[in-house]
C-alpha cells in the first residue's frame, strides 16, 4: 500500500469515496510509522551518546564516474548519520565522466573537518583506490561504502552500539537492502550468523562492513590483483588475523542499489569478478592449510569449494538400524556399494530381528561378497534407535561413524567423498547431505531451530535446485544441525558427547539432542548440497507422539532453539525462509528516506 502514496498527493485525491478512503488510510499508516522511525532516531542517538566507547569512523569511499545523482545520495545518506562521530575519507580514481571533487566541496561546505579528499593522476582502480583512502582514515574503524549506495540514518550508530555490546570486536557486518535504479526497495537480505564455511563459497557479509583500523593496515589493505572480489579478500584475511567473535548486526543498514554496471544487478556487469573471486578463495585455503579446488558457479553466482580428503583415506563406519523391509535395504546396499566412489567403508546392520527371508539371504550374500566390509549385528531389544546406533558405534572399527537409515539410496557418487572432506577438519561435528524425495522435492537442507516446534528441515518440499534464500541450499554452510537419517561424524566426537541420548530421546529428537551436543562441545555442525541421497523418510516405522521427548528438548535447548543464529531474527521460523512481518517492517520506508536525501524531511 504504501508504495502507491507516490502516485497521489493528499490534494490530489480521487473523488470515489473508496479510494479516498483507502488513500487517506495509507496516508496515516505512513504518516505514523515515518513519526516512529522520527523517534527512534532521536532515541537512538541520545542512548548512543551515553556509551562508554565513542568510537570514530572512517568511512572509505573510493569513486570512479558515478552518476551523479547516486552520488549525491550517497553523500546525503552519510551527512544524515545520527551517530556524529564519523569522517568519510574519499579518493577519486581519475574520473572522467563527473567533477567529483566540485560536488564533495559542495557537501563539505558546512562541516569540512569531517570530509577528507584525494584524486588519483591516473585510473589505478579500486583496490589501490581504497587504499588511498585508508590512507586518509584516522579513526578507530573503517567502513566500506560504494559510490552508488546509501547508508541508512541509523547505521553507524547501531554499529556503535553492536561495538559496545561486544566488547570492542574487530570485525562487524550487517543485513542489507537491495534498491532499484531510483532508490525502491527490492528486497532484503536477512544474513545468517558468521559461518566460515559459507564465507568460503559466497561473500554474503559484504554490505555493511566495518573493520578495525588498525588491523586493516597491518594486512596491507585491499591488494592489487583481486579487484572486484577486493571486500571478500580482505574480509578472508581480517577473519584469519583477528582473534576475536565477529560480530553479525541482524538489522539492515545499507542500501545496495542494483543497476546495469553493478553487479547487484548482473554479475556480467563485471565478469572479472568472478575470476578474482576464485584466487581469494583458492588463496585462502592454501593459508589455512586446507588446499581445496575452487571453482565459479554461475547458477547460483556462488564458489564450489572442493577440499582435498587426507591421504590415506581413513574408514568410514556406515551404521543401518534395520528390520525386515526388502525394498528399502536392497537398493540401499546396492547403491552403497555400486556407486560410493571413496571406498573406505564398512557397512554394519543392526538387525532388528528381522525374520524376512530375503532379508536374511541379502545379508549373507553381502557377507560373502564383502566380507572385509559388512557385518550384521543381531539387536533384540524394543525399537530404541538411540541404542541401535550406539550399539553399532561400539561395533564400528572406523574413525568415522555414519549414521543412515535403511530408506536411502545414493544419487551421487562422491557423496561421502565430499562429506568425509568437511568432517575431517577439526572444528568440524557433524556433517549431513541434500536429502531429497524419490520426486525430487527436498526433504532435508539441514535443521533449523523452530524455538516451541523443536526444529524443522530446511527447503523442506522445495525443488533440489530451488534458488531459495539466495540460494543457501546450494551451498555448503554452517547450521543448527544435520538430520540422524544421514549424518557423518568422527567417533572420537561421537563417543566425547556421549553418543544418542537412548533414555530420554530415543527415536524423535535424538539428532537435535546429539548435534547441539555436538555444538556445545565446541564443534560446528556442516551441511553441505554436494552429497545427494534419496531419503524415503521412514515408510517402515511409524510417527509416535513423543511429547516427553518434546519437553525433554525444549527444558534442555529451548534457547538454542529459539536462537538459532543462522537464522536472522527477522525470520520467520520456518523452512522457507520467510520474513516475519513485524522485524521486516523495522527498516525504513523508501517514502521517507527519500524525502531525507531530498531535503525534504528531517529527521
Not at 17 to 44: E, H, T
Not at 229 to 245: F, G, I, V, Y
Not at 263 to 292: D, H, L, M
Request: charged share 25%.
Amino acid at each position: 500500500m504504501c508504495k502507491k502514496i507516490a502516485l497521489f498527493s493528499e490534494n490530489s485525491l480521487t473523488r470515489h469515496p473508496y479510494v479516498q478512503r483507502i488513500n487517506r488510510q495509507a496516508f496515516s499508516k505512513a504518516s505514523g510509522a515515518d513519526g516512529g522511525f522520527k523517534r527512534y532516531y532521536q532515541s537512538l542517538a541520545n542512548t548512543v551518546a551515553e556509551l562508554s566507547y565513542q568510537p570514530k569512523i572512517s568511512i572509505v569511499l573510493p569513486v570512479y564516474n558515478v552518476k551523479e545523482s547516486y552520488f549525491r545520495e550517497c553523500l546525503k545518506s552519510v551527512e544524515l548519520q545520527v551517530y556524529e562521530n564519523w569522517e568519510l575519507c574519499i579518493v577519486d580514481d581519475a574520473s572522467t565522466e563527473i567533477d567529483v571533487r566540485s560536488i564533495v566541496d559542495e557537501f563539505s561546505a558546512s562541516h569540512k573537518e569531517k570530509y577528507k579528499f584525494a584524486r588519483n593522476k591516473i585510473n589505478r582502480h579500486i583496490s589501490v583506490s581504497s587504499n588511498e583512502a585508508l590512507k586518509l582514515a584516522s579513526g578507530d574503524f573503517i567502513a566500506l561504502l560504494d559510490h552508488d549506495d546509501r547508508l541508512l540514518p541509523n547505521a553507524l550508530a547501531e554499529a556503535v552500539r553492536f561495538i559496545n555490546l561486544h566488547n570492542q570486536p574487530d570485525i562487524l557486518y550487517s543485513d542489507e537492502s537491495r534498491v532499484s535504479e531510483q532508490g525502491a526497495k527490492e528486497t532484503t537480505y536477512h544474513k545468517p550468523g558468521w559461518s566460515p564455511f559459507m564465507h568460503l563459497s559466497v561473500n554474503y557479509t559484504t554490505h555493511l562492513s566495518i573493520y578495525r583500523t588498525d588491523l586493516v593496515r597491518s594486512l596491507g589493505g585491499f591488494r592489487e590483483g583481486f579487484e572486484g572480489s577486493q571486500d571478500h579478500d580482505l574480509m578472508l584475511r581480517m577473519t584469519e588475523a583477528s582473534n576475536k567473535p565477529i560480530v553479525h548486526i541482524p538489522l539492515a543498514l545499507y542500501q545496495w542499489r542494483a543497476h546495469p554496471k553493478s553487479t547487484a544487478r548482473t554479475s556480467t556487469a563485471k565478469p572479472y569478478t568472478a575470476t578474482a573471486g576464485i584466487k581469494a578463495v583458492s588463496e585462502a585455503c592454501q593459508r589455512r592449510g586446507t588446499p581445496a579446488e575452487v571453482s565459479f558457479e554461475p547458477e547460483t553466482l556462488h564458489y564450489r569449494v572442493k577440499f582435498k580428503v587426507k591421504d590415506p583415506a581413513k574408514l568410514v563406519s556406515i551404521i543401518i538400524p534395520s528390520k525386515n523391509g526388502f525394498d528399502l535395504i536392497e537398493p540401499c546396499l546396492r547403491s552403497l556399494f555400486e556407486k560410493t566412489t571413496y571406498k573406505s567403508f564398512e557397512v554394519i546392520i543392526i538387525d532388528h530381528n528381522s525374520d524376512c527371508s530375503k532379508c536374511i539371504n541379502l545379508f549373507s550374500n553381502y557377507k560373502e561378497r564383502h566380507p572385509k566390509q559388512f557385518k550384521v549385528i543381531p539387536y533384540t531389544g524394543y525399537f530404541n534407535f538411540a541404542k541401535m546406533n550406539n550399539l553399532g558405534v561400539k561395533e564400528s572399527n572406523g574413525d568415522y561413524v555414519l549414521l543412515l537409515n535403511n530408506d536411502t539410496e545414493v544419487i551421487s557418487p562422491e557423496w561421502l567423498t565430499e562429506m568425509v572432506s568437511l568432517a575431517q577438519f577439526e572444528q568440524v561435528g557433524a556433517v549431513g547431505p541434500k536429502l531429497l524425495y524419490p520426486d525430487k522435492k527436498i526433504q532435508h537442507g539441514g535443521l533449523m531451530g523452530f524455538g516451541f516446534h523443536i526444529a524443522g528441515h530446511a527447503g523442506l518440499n522445495k525443488d533440489d535446485n530451488d534458488p531459495l534464500y539466495y540460494h543457501y541450499l546450494q551451498t555448503t554452510h554452517e547450521t543448527l544441525g544435520v538430520t540422524g537419517a544421514c549424518l557423518l561424524v568422527r567417533k572420537s566426537i561421537y563417543l566425547e558427547v556421549g553418543g544418542l541420548e537412548p533414555s530420554y530421546v530415543p527415536n524423535g529428537f535424538g539428532d537435535v539432542d546429539f548435534c547441539l551436543k555436538v555444538r556445545k562441545a565446541g564443534y560446528d555442525n556442516i551441511y553441505t548440497p554436494y552429497a545427494r541421497l534419496f531419503h524415503k523418510e521412514s515408510p517402515s516405522r511409524k510417527a509416535s507422539f513423543e511429547l516427553f521427548e518434546r519437553y525433554y528438548i525444549l527444558e534442555k535447548w529451548g534457547k538454542d532453539l529459539l536462537m538459532d543464529e543462522y537464522v536472522n531474527l527477522s525470520m520467520l521460523k520456518h523452512p522457507h525462509f520467510q520474513a516475519h512481518e513485524h522485524y521486516a517492517t523495522q527498516e525504513i520506508s523508501s517514502l521517507y528516506f527519500d524525502a531525507l536525501l531530498n531535503g525534504n524531511e528531517t529527521i
